[in-house]
T-cell receptor, first 115, second 112 residues
């Protein structure tokens, strides 16, 4: 089974609108971390936001927030007030703290912001 | 400033040649990783090392080799046995536990 599933290969959003990028995960490890990375066309991977499995509140970092629904095993990224510079690939990732300590990536979502 | 340095940024290789991609970190991280990314695709794990002088194969290790003689360094050699080496290669490092990776800026390898 896939550890991380991103079902949206491509998304479009109007500038200044909000957009949600979906991510579901699968783990039996009680301790894990969830991450979102942005990859612009230059190729570098930019860390955006982190959510720990024991965190009670949803993580927020500026215009980024993570909608963490533990029972549904989903960790959707919400970008508010989209900007043209947000156009990039976005990867959801998970790291299990105990079982193998592996890092798993989704297949990514390509976001295009339309002026 | 602490970080990961990958070099070179662009690399061209003739068919049949071995090439080595450099990855150096000064974050004092124990674990280091190599990923391959093809256009429009996600990341695939090639090799990883959690401690000096030890490393494990990832999902696509065939045609690649690594060494970990120093904590700071984890070079990747793309051998002539790798049938389709043209790709973007990312190096990463981390501490243990449920923490994220720090990535290098990547090396784009092209076979000519």
């Amino acid at each position: 089974a896939q550890k991380i599933t991103q079902t949206q290969p491509g998304m479009f959003v109007q500038e200044k609108e909000a957009v949600t990028l979906d991510c579901t995960y699968d783990t039996s490890d009680p301790s894990y971390g969830l991450f979102w990375y942005k990859q612009p066309s230059s190729g570098e991977m930019i860390f955006l936001i982190y959510q720990g499995s024991y965190d009670q509140q949803n993580a927020t970092e500026g215009r980024y927030s993570l909608n963490f629904q533990k029972a549904r095993k989903s960790a959707n990224l919400v970008i508010s007030a989209s900007q043209l510079g947000d156009s990039a690939m976005y990867f959801c990732a998970m790291r299990e703290a105990i079982i193998g300590n592996q890092f798993y990536f989704g297949t990514g979502t390509s976001l295009t912001v339309i002026p | 400033d602490g970080g990961i340095t990958q070099s070179p940024k662009y690399l061209f290789r003739k068919e049949g040649q071995n090439v080595t991609l450099s990855c150096e970190q000064n974050l004092n991280h124990d674990a280091m990783y190599w990923y391959r990314q093809d256009p429009g695709q996600g990341l695939r794990l090639i090799y990883y090392s959690q401690i000096v002088n030890d490393f494990q194969k990832g999902d696509i290790a065939e045609g690649y080799s690594v060494s970990r003689e120093k904590k700071e360094s984890f070079p990747l050699t793309v051998t002539s046995a790798q049938k389709n080496p043209t790709a973007f290669y990312l190096c990463a490092s981390s501490t243990t536990g449920a923490y994220g990776y720090t990535f290098g800026s990547g090396t784009r390898l092209t076979v000519v």
